[in-house]
């Protein structure tokens, strides 16, 4: 994948033909998302899970589960709220409610896939798309 010829980081080696697909995890397509973000100059915020002393993983959060993967502010281009899947994930109830309250808010709002990478770019680079 390549962004004003240049790669990102982590997936560096991996071309749009062979990752930006259904093979793609979240967690690598949030990388690719991230860092094609903060290459065109955004800010963002995602809360990361940690290890409990249980032993298993969990987010710290308070209020509504199911936020946004992430929160994307640029200085001209505006605020974005993303949620993440891999191409067959799946959004769960909760995850949907914040997404209604968000665009009912008039915030802007997207459930982005790998196969919407070009949309994702497009969105990155200019003020807004027409739908979200």
């Known amino acids: 994948m390549q962004i004003r010829d240049r790669q990102p980081k982590g997936l560096s080696r991996m071309t749009v033909a062979t990752r930006i697909s259904s093979q793609l995890s979240e967690k690598e397509w949030q990388q690719v998302v991230t860092e094609t973000a903060t290459w065109y100059g955004w800010t963002y915020y995602h809360s990361r899970p940690a290890i409990m002393k249980s032993g298993k993983w969990a987010t710290a959060l308070e209020g509504l589960a199911g936020f946004p993967d992430l929160v994307l502010v640029h200085e001209t281009r505006g605020c974005v709220f993303a949620e993440l899947k891999s191409e067959k994930g799946r959004l769960s109830h909760k995850q949907q409610r914040w997404i209604d309250l968000l665009r009912l808010a008039g915030q802007e709002v997207y459930v982005w ?12 680079k200019n003020r807004t798309l027409t739908q979200h």
């Open 113 to 124: 896939k790998p196969s919407d990478f070009g949309e994702v770019k497009l969105r990155l």
